[in-house]
Every structure is written in structure tokens, then in C-alpha cells.
């Protein structure tokens, strides 16, 4: 999940394969997910693909279904996306603040504690979470994100 909600572009060449995106706190969690043996081989507009090493290779394509960019309003970026078993899947990343309003309450506690934790050892933070959408539930939500932001491309 974490490789997915970025707007990171894998590049692969001849000398290899490279990562460009508008900030390198994306590229860093690509980076990581690689070194997990998850790795972000292909991104285009309509989908991601990973392959997975430690799953024979196993190949894993996720529909993007909409992609909302990070504002600095809202302190998030979120994607829907729609996995293999057409699952809907909403990933947020965001300051860890907004974050917390999307989590029980158990869980907004230990993400305050943790974000201070590490707060105070001078590091950046974000958040992530995730929750599987039913198709109604996103339809009605695809429908008033057109309507209120018409001209915005999906990424």
C-alpha cells in the first residue's frame, strides 16, 4: 500500500531503472518497498504495477481509479485504486493530524505518541491509512469530486 499512494514514476533504460517524482519523501517509500522485494516496475495514468520477489515474482496490478493531489488545504494526497478481486481501495498519506481524524481513536493515541517520538528526534513525518471502499460508496464520491474540481487531471 505504501508504494501506491505517491505519484512516483518508475523509469527503466538501458543503465537501469530510475525513480522521478516531484518530491524525494515519495521516492523514499518507493525505495523502501523495493527493498522489501515489492518493487513499482510500471506507473501510467490508469495503473500501477508492482512484482513481488519474496511471491515467485508474482505480479500485482492495481487499477487507479482516482488520484487526488496533496494540498496544502487539505495536508493530503488520497488514491483510490482497484485491486485484482475488484476490491476498492482508498489510501490516504498525509500529516499525521489529518491523519488521526480517520482513525479510532486507539489508533489516533498511538500515532500522536509515535509522531512526537520521533518529532523530537528531529524527523519528518507522515501518515498513512487505508480503507476498502464499497462501489457505491466511491461512485457517489467520483461524482461530486467531478463536479467540484472539473478541470482537475487525474495524475
Do not use: H
Not at 85 to 91: A, K, S, T, V, Y
Not at 106 to 125: A, I, P, V
Amino acid at each position: 500500500m505504501l508504494a501506491s499512494c505517491n505519484n512516483v514514476n518508475p523509469i527503466t533504460e538501458d543503465t537501469g531503472r530510475s525513480l522521478q517524482a516531484s518530491s524525494p519523501d515519495e521516492i523514499s517509500f518507493v525505495e523502501f518497498t523495493d527493498n522489501l522485494g515489492y518493487i513499482m516496475y510500471n506507473r501510467k495514468n490508469d495503473l500501477i504495477m508492482f512484482q513481488d520477489s519474496n511471491l515467485n515474482n508474482r505480479y500485482d496490478r492495481f487499477d487507479i481509479l482516482t488520484c487526488v493531489p496533496f494540498r496544502s488545504e487539505t495536508k493530503k494526497m488520497r488514491i483510490f485504486i482497484k485491486d485484482s478481486n475488484d476490491q476498492i481501495i482508498l489510501m490516504i498519506k498525509g500529516a499525521e493530524s489529518e491523519i488521526c481524524k480517520l482513525v479510532n481513536n486507539n489508533e489516533s493515541q498511538w500515532l500522536n505518541y509515535k509522531t512526537k517520538e520521533l518529532s523530537k528526534k528531529g524527523l519528518r513525518t507522515l501518515a498513512f491509512c487505508y480503507k476498502l471502499i464499497d462501489k457505491d460508496v466511491y461512485n457517489t464520491f467520483k461524482e461530486n469530486y467531478d463536479k467540484s474540481y472539473p478541470d482537475q487531471k487525474e495524475q
